[in-house]
């Protein structure tokens, strides 16, 4: 680590807390003497000093352990080093020069993937921009380092409504009373789901590259029939500069449903990335495709879908994002042909300790044109979801992260056979190679 890194480091320690750590006076005068100290080898001189510029400090312990994290790091001892700076994180979050000198060392220790996710909280949370510029290009330097990956994931799907299907035995269109078949109605059971996605990158000088990604994702539950299984892939050109990110590129999907062949997709996708600042990001989507149903082809068509996003850091530990979208589809029957409009919210936090919740909502409305058979109107769904995901930031099982939610689902429908509600559990592990 060059000198300039060190000094940084160290005078992190007391130039670059978050408010509610406050340090001034003597202490932050010390820094560059701290660093020098340091890098010299001589520690006990920068405990001594460091204790005294503290001294009467509420958060002293957390920027003595902050030290001791460094020093370890000077002697190469990196995993003693990971463990002290995750201690400070959990008991503060926020504490922005642990997150980095974690995500340094997690890099070392060839963990790309945990010190990816701490850069990137940094590059938009940071405390400073020349430390928001550290992280940055140290996420280029791991992106570039790393021209493939995969990732997977094995769930339980514990649901009140496996199959999305109508909590009523009976619906009225027309004037008259139809019977909902049982398959079409509520079924509650536990699915189990298993998948994973690779990709691989080709650089092509600084500011483009070509990446082809293809993820795989099975769902088996008790009735087979409700069994399904997606096959989707992409090869994106990607153009990326300080200001923003676009990537556009085919895209196409094979879907199975009850292991039979049942949709094939495939078109166009766009995804594009700014931020307005430090903290904000904005995300805009774009998706077309074309529909070909294996054997409802009067299903067959083409299908649109937008969506933008606008997050905001708070805070390392604290981000809050809404969303807006809308989907176009048309087919070959218009009590079919529908148009969607899809708006959420979120905020995500971890706590001291380590827990991180995330606490979502979203609304969705969908607009048939023609119709519905038997009646004299168009089908009419509002969809409202409220969820929350659990996991914990120090719990690992061999390697494998593990995560909890819970989505509550209720559509409104004007016709009554769509009409639903659905408690959704999901108990899952990832993890990426």
């Known amino acids: 680590m060059t000198r300039f890194a060190y000094t940084l480091a160290v005078a992190a320690l007391l130039s670059l807390f978050p408010p509610s750590f406050p340090v001034a006076g003597e202490a932050e005068a010390a820094g560059p003497a701290l660093a020098h100290l340091v890098a010299q080898g001589d520690f006990e001189e920068a405990r001594r000093l460091l204790r005294a510029g503290l001294e009467g400090q509420p958060a002293a312990p957390l920027h003595l352990a902050q030290l001791e994290g460094i020093i370890r790091q000077r002697q190469g001892r990196t995993s003693e080093a990971i463990d002290i700076f995750r201690a400070i994180l959990s008991a503060a979050p926020d504490f922005t020069p642990a997150r980095m000198e974690l995500a340094r060392a997690l890099r070392v220790s060839g963990d790309t993937e945990a010190a990816y996710h701490h850069f990137e909280i940094l590059s938009r949370a940071g405390d400073h921009p020349v430390l928001r510029q550290m992280a940055a290009t140290a996420m280029s330097a791991i992106a570039a380092d790393r021209p493939y990956g995969f990732s997977g994931h094995v769930a339980l799907l514990p649901s009140t409504n496996v199959n999305k299907g109508s909590g009523r035995t009976t619906f009225t269109?027309?004037?008259?009373?139809?019977?909902?078949?049982?398959?079409?109605?509520?079924?509650?059971?536990?699915?189990?789901?298993?998948?994973?996605?690779?990709?691989?990158?080709?650089?092509?000088?600084?500011?483009?590259?070509?990446?082809?990604?293809?993820?795989?994702?099975?769902?088996?539950?008790?009735?087979?029939?409700?069994?399904?299984?997606?096959?989707?892939?992409?090869?994106?050109?990607?153009?990326?500069t300080a200001a923003f990110r676009l990537d556009l590129g085919p895209t196409g999907a094979f879907h199975w449903q009850g292991w039979e062949p049942y949709l094939v997709q495939y078109g166009v996708a766009a995804r594009f990335a700014?931020?307005?600042?430090?903290?904000?990001?904005?995300?805009?989507?774009?998706?077309?495709?074309?529909?070909?149903?294996?054997?409802?082809?009067?299903?067959?068509?083409?299908?649109?879908?937008?969506?933008?996003?606008?997050?905001?850091?708070?805070?390392?530990?604290?981000?809050?994002?809404?969303?807006?979208?809308?989907?176009?589809?048309?087919?070959?029957?218009?009590?079919?042909?529908?148009?969607?409009?899809?708006?959420?919210?979120?905020?995500?936090?971890?706590?001291?300790?380590?827990?991180?919740?995330?606490?979502?909502?979203?609304?969705?409305?969908?607009?048939?044109?023609?119709?519905?058979?038997?009646?004299?109107?168009?089908?009419?769904?509002?969809?409202?979801?409220?969820?929350?995901?659990?996991?914990?930031?120090?719990?690992?099982l061999g390697g494998f992260t593990p995560q909890a939610s819970y989505q509550y689902s209720r559509q409104f429908s004007n016709v009554g056979f769509f009409d639903y509600d659905s408690h959704d559990l999901n108990l899952g592990l990832s993890k990426k190679f």
Do not use: C
């Open 274 to 396: 700014a931020p307005l600042s430090p903290r904000d990001l904005v995300t805009l989507s774009f998706e077309a495709l074309a529909q070909d149903y294996v054997d409802l082809d009067y299903r067959d068509g083409w299908r649109l879908t937008t969506a933008a996003s606008f997050q905001h850091a708070v805070s390392p530990s604290l981000s809050v994002w809404v969303s807006l979208g809308g989907t176009l589809e048309r087919t070959e029957r218009e009590h079919l042909d529908h148009s969607d409009v899809v708006a959420g919210l979120g905020v995500s936090k971890e706590w001291a300790g380590g827990l991180i919740t995330t606490l979502f909502g979203s609304y969705e409305y969908h607009g048939y044109l023609g119709n519905y058979p038997a009646t004299s109107a168009p089908r009419r769904d509002d969809k409202v979801a409220l969820g929350v995901t659990l996991s914990h930031r120090a719990i690992n």
């Open 173 to 240: 269109a027309g004037g008259l009373e139809f019977v909902i078949d049982d398959d079409s109605r509520a079924a509650s059971g536990i699915g189990l789901a298993v998948g994973g996605d690779a990709f691989g990158r080709l650089q092509l000088g600084n500011a483009h590259a070509l990446t082809a990604a293809l993820g795989l994702d099975i769902r088996k539950y008790e009735n087979a029939d409700f069994d399904e299984a997606s096959l989707e892939g992409e090869l994106m050109l990607s153009h990326e």
